[in-house]
């Protein structure tokens, strides 16, 4: 198992749908899991009659609730507004090498920045900027010592990501067994209520939703498993 793994995502909840039960094993055995939030979420929910403004601190909070239930102390919020996630964005990367450098992670987990066309609305731009993004500044960036001197100014010395696991990638070659921490796994997307609060049979499809992982992954039809591409990148 890693030591250090960085989460970077989009959104609140995207960790918890997408792999929830791979962050409870990690914890379980030791390894310390950073969140890097991007947005606040704050084009989410269903619930028409809660204030719009309210939404980017019920979000964070519930992200917090989530990330509790699965053993991450670490969260991180950088505050964008949904939509707003640019992939050229050289402010944004910079924030990024910084988190990168900072947790110095054996794993970046993140979207994958390609279409899947077998998952169409999974492809949100947000998903799909935040790991071009991403992949970006886990390279040329963050181990490039001249990539942003003021950062090496900082403390912050250059880090070369050795692997990066990407979520809703359209050719996955890795798949992670959660079936005993399956149930953390749903109680962490439960608690993310301003998203999932009218879908009362949340379990089955949380279910549903990987049941065709358990086959690719070769295991027995009673096991459940999450999918990733991990690309080597150091």
């Not at 609140?12 to 997408?18: G, I, K, V």
């Not at 969140?35 to 989410?44: A, E, H, K, M, N």
């Not at 070369?160 to 067994?177: F, G, M, Q, S």
């Not at 879908?199 to 279910?207: A, D, Q, S, T």
């Amino acid at each position: 198992m890693p030591d250090r793994v960085l989460v970077a995502i989009a959104h609140p909840d995207d960790a918890e749908f997408w792999l929830g039960g791979t962050v409870a094993r990690w914890t379980s055995e030791g390894t310390a899991v950073t969140y890097l939030v991007l947005t606040d979420g704050d084009g989410g929910g269903y619930d028409p009659v809660v204030p719009r403004a309210d939404v980017p601190a019920m979000r964070r909070a519930e992200q917090l609730a989530a990330a509790e239930t699965l053993g991450v102390q670490d969260v991180r919020f950088l505050g964008l507004h949904e939509g707003g996630i640019q992939s050229h964005d050289r402010v944004l990367r910079r924030e990024l090498v910084r988190a990168i450098c900072d947790v110095r992670p054996e794993i970046v987990a993140t979207w994958s920045p390609e279409w899947n066309w077998a998952r169409f609305r999974s492809c949100h731009p947000d998903h799909r900027a935040s790991g071009d993004v991403v992949l970006s500044a886990i390279y040329p960036d963050a181990g490039n010592q001249f990539a942003y001197l003021d950062l090496r100014e900082e403390g912050f010395e250059p880090w070369t990501v050795p692997e990066a696991w990407l979520i809703n990638a359209p050719t996955p070659n890795h798949y992670v067994d959660i079936t005993e921490t399956f149930d953390r796994k749903v109680a962490a997307v439960r608690a993310h209520q301003s998203q999932v609060g009218n879908r009362p049979n949340l379990y089955g499809e949380l279910c549903e939703r990987i049941a065709p992982n358990t086959a690719l992954a070769g295991l027995p039809s009673d096991r459940l498993a999450e999918a990733f591409q991990v690309v080597r990148t150091g």
